[in-house]
């Protein structure tokens, strides 16, 4: 290119700073490049490059010499360039936003020198695009470089910082007088303090690298909010955990906080325990201390109160309410005055006397005196301090007052019956006299009466003994008569039964089942009559090996109904063993009697002890069993609650068995329900009051 084209381009130039201007400031709002906030720099940035470019222009004269081999030329492009890089990198600028406004003027530029460049018929100049390229890699390089300078300037400081810390943190964390340890993002052990090893008893290098729970112990883990803290990147604390040290069970208040990043991008963080378990136990004996105050204070009867020199109440418990109706903070309120006007005018000199001396002479406070309430009813109150003291520079007494208006209600009573009973023990000493003489004649018709009741129990037991006798006697003799009629209706039936007509058979027939059954009526009453006349010894009775003999003695009777009798081992107690041995085989016959139809009978027979005095006997069976309500008819002589076919009886089993029980001093009932079986409960004593023998006499 010409020269005369260089100073064409320079004179455009510096012709159009303004035109350039403008179009630098639309372009840069249209690509959303605003530049409003360094309008006045860039302003100066164009008219310094414009300038720069015109001059840069007219001194090149040759064209065949690019400007990167004209060292003046390169010197003043890069001097430019540092300037503007230094001068909007200390205004705050990006070196993004610098780097595109600055592209952006070159565009600019480029694009108004070529508008001329169309006229003329050339192209545009190389040495404009040289230009600007030199003005862009000298801004860039300075504003890298500075940048780089920067960076390891921060970066040293940065480690003086980090070394300093560490420095600080150790000397720090080792004189925490707490346990305190540092863990990573994984809850593993980075660090322990002195306080920690010497509160576990375990070296740092044990634990470091372990988990955290393994060391403080699963159970503190799940209420430990360190975790949480963690992720949040935030702190905690007052968390309360128990945890197993040395095989105690210690409680701690945790705190702690994340740290940051602790390498490979997870989060650390800082754990401090706070040994809290003997001031646990502090606070809670001071808990149960002040509780056990507080209760003792507000449950008891009486009001206690505190108060100092000047009449000013202190404290008063809750249950003066239930005494005179006021609230504890309406009794206050109203100060010594108030409380003067609630007592009794008669007393109320007398009150405020005492209490003068309580302070005065440190005189114990005791007085009684009557209490307006809140209903307007008046009340006896018994007021009492001991000891005054002082606290806080203020003399204090502490006292009790209680309701004594029954008590005095009754004072008064007893008063006015104190002369009305010496009056009436006068009275009562001449009647005494008169009703210890009629007394006299009762004891001597007592003693007259007892003589008669001596005299007819008397007559009663030798009239049970002839009745037993009669009986015993007229079974006896009846029993002669009816083998006879027996054994010759056996004979008739048997020799004379087929000249018999129907009629005649059955006759005979009836009176051999008569005879019979009068049979069995006469043995019951001969055994009935034997339980009270008997004179036989009591002796040991092992029950095991007697219910063995009765078992025997039934056997075909059991067999042929196809049932068993089951018993463990049973205890030993005195008595009458023939007799003893009659009342099981009493019951057991009853139970193998009264089976239920097609059901096998089980009986079972057991005995506890009752005490130490008495042994309970049960035989059970599973029979047809009977309501309760025929409890007492089932022991009547001659009563049977059921007639089944082909069951012959005389009545007198169980009442036999209840005589037996009875000369043996102990009770038989019985528990049964229809279809349900039946229970015979029999209590005897373990040892008898007569072991000689003697029939016992019963008079029931």
Same mark, same amino acid.
């Given at each position: 290119?010409?020269?005369?084209?260089?100073?064409?381009? +320079?004179?455009?130039?510096?012709?159009?700073?303004?035109?350039?201007?403008?179009?630098?400031?639309?372009?840069?709002?249209?690509?959303?490049?605003?530049?409003?906030?360094?309008?006045?720099?860039?302003?100066?940035?164009?008219?310094?490059?414009?300038?720069?470019?015109?001059?840069?222009?007219?001194?090149?004269?040759?064209?065949?010499?690019?400007?990167?081999?004209?060292?003046?030329?390169?010197?003043?492009?890069?001097?430019?360039?540092?300037?503007?890089?230094?001068?909007?990198?200390?205004?705050?600028?990006?070196?993004?936003?610098?780097?595109?406004?600055?592209?952006?003027?070159?565009?600019?530029?480029?694009?108004?020198?070529?508008?001329? %460049?169309?006229?003329?018929?050339?192209?545009?100049?190389?040495?404009?695009?040289?230009?600007?390229?030199?003005?862009?890699?000298?801004?860039?390089?300075?504003?890298?470089?500075?940048?780089?300078?920067?960076?390891?300037?921060?970066?040293?400081?940065?480690?003086?910082?980090?070394?300093?810390?560490?420095?600080?943190?150790?000397?720090?964390?080792?004189?925490?007088?707490?346990?305190?340890?540092?863990?990573?993002?994984?809850?593993?052990?980075?660090?322990?303090?002195?306080?920690?090893?010497?509160?576990?008893?375990?070296?740092?290098?044990?634990?470091?690298?372990?988990?955290?729970?393994?060391?403080?112990?699963?159970?503190?883990?799940?209420?430990?909010?360190?975790?949480?803290?963690?992720?949040?990147?935030?702190?905690?604390?007052?968390?309360?955990?128990?945890?197993?040290?040395?095989?105690?069970?210690?409680?701690?208040?945790?705190?702690?906080?994340?740290?940051?990043?602790?390498?490979?991008?997870?989060?650390?963080?800082?754990?401090?325990?706070?040994?809290?378990?003997?001031? %646990?136990?502090?606070?809670?004996?001071?808990?149960?201390?002040?509780?056990?105050?507080?209760?003792?204070?507000?449950?008891?009867?009486?009001?206690?109160?505190?108060?100092?020199?000047?009449?000013?109440?202190?404290?008063?418990?809750?249950?003066?309410?239930?005494?005179?109706?006021?609230?504890?903070?309406?009794?206050?309120?109203?100060?010594?005055?108030?409380?003067?006007?609630?007592?009794?005018?008669?007393?109320?000199?007398?009150?405020?006397?005492?209490?003068?001396?309580?302070? +005065?002479?440190?005189?114990?406070?005791?007085?009684?005196?009557?209490?307006?309430?809140?209903?307007?009813?008046?009340?006896?109150?018994?007021?009492?301090?001991?000891?005054?003291?002082?606290?806080?520079?203020?003399? %204090?007494?502490?006292?009790?007052?209680?309701?004594?208006?029954?008590?005095?209600?009754?004072?008064?009573?007893?008063?006015?019956?104190?002369?009305?009973?010496?009056?009436?023990?006068?009275?009562?000493?001449?009647?005494?006299?008169?009703?210890?003489?009629?007394?006299?004649?009762?004891?001597?018709?007592?003693?007259?009466?007892?003589?008669?009741?001596?005299?007819?129990?008397?007559?009663?037991?030798?009239?049970?003994?002839?009745?037993?006798?009669?009986?015993?006697?007229?079974?006896?003799?009846?029993?002669?008569?009816?083998?006879?009629?027996?054994?010759?209706?056996?004979?008739?039936?048997?020799?004379?039964?087929?000249?018999?007509?129907?009629?005649?058979?059955?006759?005979?027939?009836?009176?051999?089942?008569?005879?019979?059954? %009068?049979?069995?009526?006469?043995?019951?009453?001969?055994?009935?009559?034997?339980?009270?006349?008997?004179?036989?010894?009591?002796?040991?009775?092992?029950?095991?090996?007697?219910?063995?003999?009765?078992?025997?003695?039934?056997?075909?009777?059991?067999?042929?109904?196809?049932?068993?009798?089951?018993?463990?081992?049973?205890?030993?107690?005195?008595?009458?063993?023939?007799?003893?041995?009659?009342?099981?085989?009493?019951?057991?016959?009853?139970?193998?009697?009264?089976?239920?139809?097609?059901?096998?009978?089980?009986?079972?027979?057991?005995?506890?002890?009752?005490?130490?005095?008495?042994?309970?006997?049960?035989?059970?069976?599973?029979?047809?069993?009977?309501?309760?309500?025929?409890?007492?008819?089932?022991?009547?002589?001659?009563?049977?609650?059921?007639?089944?076919?082909?069951?012959?009886?005389?009545?007198?089993?169980?009442?036999?068995?209840?005589?037996?029980?009875?000369?043996?001093?102990?009770?038989?009932?019985?528990?049964?329900?229809?279809?349900?079986?039946?229970?015979?409960?029999?209590?005897?004593?373990?040892?008898?009051?007569?072991?000689?023998?003697?029939?016992?006499?019963?008079?029931?």
């Amino acid at each position: 290119m010409a020269e005369s084209a260089f100073v064409f381009h +320079a004179e455009k130039l510096s012709q159009g700073k303004t035109a350039l201007l403008e179009n630098f400031l639309s372009q840069s709002r249209a690509y959303h490049t605003d530049v409003a906030d360094h309008i006045d720099l860039w302003r100066q940035t164009v008219y310094t490059i414009t300038d720069s470019l015109s001059q840069w222009l007219t001194s090149c004269t040759k064209v065949d010499i690019p400007y990167a081999r004209d060292p003046a030329l390169n010197d003043s492009v890069n001097e430019l360039g540092n300037e503007l890089a230094t001068l909007f990198k200390t205004s705050g600028l990006l070196f993004d936003q610098f780097g595109r406004r600055l592209k952006r003027l070159r565009s600019v530029v480029i694009d108004y020198v070529a508008h001329y %460049m169309e006229d003329t018929g050339q192209s545009i100049s190389p040495r404009i695009l040289d230009y600007f390229d030199a003005l862009e890699i000298a801004s860039f390089t300075r504003w890298v470089r500075d940048d780089a300078a920067k960076l390891k300037k921060d970066l040293r400081e940065a480690r003086h910082s980090i070394l300093y810390e560490k420095k600080r943190y150790f000397s720090i964390f080792q004189k925490i007088s707490e346990p305190a340890f540092v863990i990573d993002g994984n809850m593993n052990f980075v660090d322990v303090n002195h306080a920690f090893e010497a509160c576990f008893g375990l070296r740092a290098d044990e634990v470091v690298g372990k988990s955290c729970c393994d060391v403080v112990g699963r159970k503190a883990c799940t209420s430990c909010a360190l975790e949480e803290a963690l992720k949040q990147q935030t702190s905690f604390s007052d968390i309360q955990v128990s945890i197993d040290v040395n095989n105690e069970i210690k409680i701690f208040s945790m705190a702690g906080a994340a740290l940051g990043d602790m390498g490979a991008d997870l989060p650390g963080g800082l754990v401090i325990l706070q040994d809290l378990t003997e001031k %646990m136990k502090i606070l809670d004996a001071l808990e149960e201390s002040e509780e056990k105050y507080r209760s003792l204070v507000e449950n008891v009867p009486e009001v206690t109160w505190r108060v100092d020199q000047d009449g000013n109440l202190l404290f008063i418990s809750p249950n003066v309410r239930k005494l005179t109706g006021y609230k504890p903070e309406e009794i206050i309120a109203s100060g010594p005055a108030g409380r003067s006007e609630l007592i009794h005018e008669d007393d109320a000199e007398k009150v405020r006397e005492e209490f003068g001396l309580l302070f +005065a002479e440190n005189k114990k406070f005791n007085i009684r005196y009557r209490f307006k309430t809140k209903d307007g009813d008046w009340i006896w109150l018994h007021d009492r301090a001991g000891n005054i003291y002082e606290k806080d520079g203020v003399w %204090m007494a502490d006292g009790v007052v209680s309701d004594i208006t029954e008590l005095q209600r009754v004072q008064e009573e007893l008063e006015e019956y104190r002369d009305w009973l010496e009056d009436l023990v006068d009275e009562r000493t001449e009647e005494l006299k008169f009703s210890n003489e009629q007394l006299k004649h009762e004891i001597d018709d007592r003693q007259q009466a007892e003589e008669a009741l001596i005299k007819l129990a008397l007559r009663l037991k030798r009239s049970n003994t002839e009745l037993e006798q009669f009986a015993h006697v007229a079974s006896h003799d009846l029993k002669e008569p009816l083998l006879l009629i027996i054994a010759f209706s056996e004979r008739l039936l048997h020799r004379y039964g087929q000249v018999l007509t129907g009629s005649g058979e059955e006759y005979l027939d009836r009176i051999l089942r008569a005879a019979r059954k %009068m049979q069995q009526l006469v043995d019951g009453l001969l055994q009935l009559s034997r339980v009270t006349s008997s004179n036989r010894q009591f002796e040991p009775i092992d029950l095991t090996d007697l219910i063995h003999e009765v078992v025997q003695d039934l056997e075909e009777s059991i067999n042929l109904a196809g049932g068993r009798v089951e018993f463990g081992p049973l205890h030993t107690l005195n008595g009458d063993r023939v007799q003893v041995r009659q009342l099981f085989q009493n019951m057991i016959t009853n139970s193998l009697k009264y089976r239920r139809e097609y059901v096998p009978p089980v009986i079972t027979v057991k005995s506890t002890l009752i005490g130490d005095e008495f042994c309970e006997i049960t035989v059970q069976d599973n029979g047809i069993g009977f309501d309760e309500k025929f409890i007492t008819k089932i022991f009547q002589p001659f009563e049977r609650l059921h007639e089944i076919p082909g069951c012959e009886g005389s009545g007198i089993g169980l009442t036999t068995c209840k005589k037996i029980v009875s000369r043996h001093g102990g009770e038989i009932t019985a528990r049964s329900k229809p279809d349900q079986g039946a229970t015979f409960i029999v209590r005897l004593p373990l040892r008898q009051a007569v072991d000689e023998g003697a029939a016992k006499l019963d008079l029931s």
